[in-house]
């Protein structure tokens, strides 16, 4: 049974249903707000259970537009999620929480940072996914750096590969999985995280082209704001051997504190990972932050 406890659906004046959940003491203060990766869904906090009570205090987490059953949102931009963001921190009476993301949602993590410090206290990102910036892009392994700057120069071809790349076909992931640093396997195979993260990923697809939808709105347009410096405190966590890493030095160079642990992009879901990040989240905000 996933240790994520369900909280009422929220409903945006346009009409749009977020789905929320929550993990941590229920009876404790709302300290963090948690983005999930790019085609997945709420439930991704919930390996964050154990580092939630071991710190004691509540991550909430929502479905973005599309993904699990939370309703699309027509032409959404990255931007769009400080709207979404506020009205879950203002619906579960947080003050000012951090802001946690992983892949696709450290993306949004950094738009929150960049455009509503008001709303978090710091954002804490894990393997943040990159925006489509040469600079950047020359950076990264080659094959990723070419599949991102295809979402804006060929479309099509983007889609076909998007479609393979997330195929649930069993000789597909197979081959996918070979290619995984032994960090990151290992997160597959623990008994514990390995099914609540494949739970998280299942929820995510229930709406056909969730992970292709947001994946096109990342890398295709310009995210619209600076990220060359911020006015909170930004960590940013990466794998030693994640293909985002790059990205995470560079926010570095904006003025962020950067932390490394080994493996790749999923590898994060490590209990002494996890543990950290929350500590990080929490810990008192120091004047040298």
């Known amino acids: 049974m996933s240790p994520a ?21 229920a009876d404790a203060p709302v300290a963090a707000i948690y983005l999930h990766g790019t085609g997945s869904s709420r439930l991704e906090v919930a ?27 027509e032409g959404r931009r990255l931007s769009d999620v400080v709207d979404d963001a506020r009205a879950v921190i203002e619906a579960v009476g ?6 946690i993301g992983l892949s696709g949602g450290g993306s949004h993590t950094i738009a929150l940072a960049a455009l509503a410090p008001e709303l978090i206290s ?4 894990v ?29 099509g071809l983007f889609g076909l590969l998007a ?14 999985q070979r290619q995984l640093e032994p960090e990151d396997k290992a997160v597959g195979a623990d008994p514990v995280v390995g099914p609540l993260f494949e739970a998280s990923a299942a929820e995510g697809a229930q709406q056909k082209g969730a992970w292709l939808e947001e994946a096109r709105m990342l890398w295709a347009q310009p995210w619209g704001f600076p990220i060359d410096h911020f006015d909170v405190p930004v960590h940013a966590f990466a794998g030693a051997k994640d293909p985002f890493r790059p ?13 490394e642990f080994p493996g790749g992009h999923i590898s994060g879901f490590t209990p002494e990972v996890m543990d950290e990040v929350v500590r990080t989240a929490v810990a008192p905000t120091l004047s040298t932050d």
């Open 5 to 25: 406890r369900d909280l009422p659906p929220l409903t945006r004046p346009d009409g749009r249903t977020l789905t929320l959940c929550e993990v941590g003491p």
């Open 47 to 73: 390996p964050y259970a154990v580092a939630a009570d071991t710190h004691d205090v509540r991550i909430v987490a929502w479905s973005r537009p599309r993904h699990g059953a939370s309703t699309a949102q």
């Open 94 to 99: 947080a003050d000012r929480p951090a802001a």
């Open 122 to 125: 710091r954002a804490v990102t």
């Open 127 to 155: 393997n943040a996914g990159a925006p489509a910036e040469p600079e950047i892009l020359a950076q990264m392994p080659t094959q990723m750096a070419r599949t991102i700057d295809l979402a804006a120069t060929k479309p």
């Open 163 to 176: 479609s393979i790349m997330q195929s649930r076909n069993p000789l597909l992931r197979k081959l996918a």
């Open 247 to 259: 990205f995470a030095l560079a926010l570095e160079r904006a003025g962020a504190t950067f932390h």
